[in-house]
T-cell receptor, first 115, second 116 residues
């Protein structure tokens, strides 16, 4: 079945460590997105990518980094520069259409807790 | 910059009642799409309904319908005959198509409780 796989589902990190969240899709979607979800804050866009080897900053990119070396994969690294990294992270993908809706398909999410 | 505002952090209604969730947005673009996404307790986000700005007819999906008021920049979601399974967070989202930057932004969400 086609879909988006995020791993790990739960991750614990000590302060000062970088961690990488995996996101893989087999939907042949062009675009991929990373959102952060905090209580009362909704979904805030971290980074997104429309094509391999290219990505754009979202509204809260500071302290995060991404890569898009393959169409299927869009890993997110939470660096030690991110001051408050404890959150629920959602990866999504969509077909790209110049004038279309870009409906998002979401992964199940990754919960990161900094100890 | 585009913004999406959901003014109701939390709502509760009795099963079988009708409920309306509010969403307003701000944009200078003429061509865009609006969405409602649902996040149940499992936290798996799913699309509920979408609306293209150029279509005057309000979108409908079974018990879910929208009231799209373009001039007022309002996009409310109506759930008819609510069911216990409708209990979830509901997010309003926007994507502009004039600039084609593919950036999709969300509101802060409304937590909806359907009471038995």
């Amino acid at each position: 079945d086609g879909g988006i796989t995020q791993s790990p589902k739960y991750l614990f990190r000590k302060e000062g460590q970088n961690v990488t969240l995996s996101c893989e899709q087999n939907l042949n979607h062009d675009a991929m997105y990373w959102y952060r979800q905090d209580p009362g804050q909704g979904l805030r866009l971290i980074y997104y990518s429309q094509i391999v080897n290219d990505f754009q900053k979202g509204d809260i990119a500071e302290g995060y980094s991404v890569s898009r070396e393959k169409k299927e994969s869009f890993p997110l690294t939470v660096t030690s520069a991110q001051k408050n990294p404890t959150a629920f992270y959602l990866c999504a993908s969509s077909i790209l259409s110049a004038s279309g809706a870009n409906v998002l398909t979401f992964g199940a999410g990754s919960r990161l807790t900094v100890l | 910059a585009q913004t999406v505002t959901q003014s109701q952090p939390e709502m509760s209604v009795q099963e079988a009642e009708t409920v309306t969730l509010s969403c307003t947005y701000d944009t200078s673009e003429n061509n865009y799409y609006l969405f409602w996404y649902k996040q149940p307790p499992s936290r798996q986000m799913i699309l509920v309904i979408r609306q293209e700005a150029y279509k005057q007819q309000n979108a409908t999906e079974n018990r879910f319908s929208v009231n799209f008021q373009k001039a007022a920049k309002s996009f409310s979601l109506k759930i008819s005959d609510s069911q216990l399974g409708d209990t979830a967070m509901y997010f309003c989202a926007f994507i502009g198509r004039d600039k084609r930057d593919d950036k999709i932004i969300f509101g802060k969400g409304t937590r909806l409780h359907i009471l038995p």
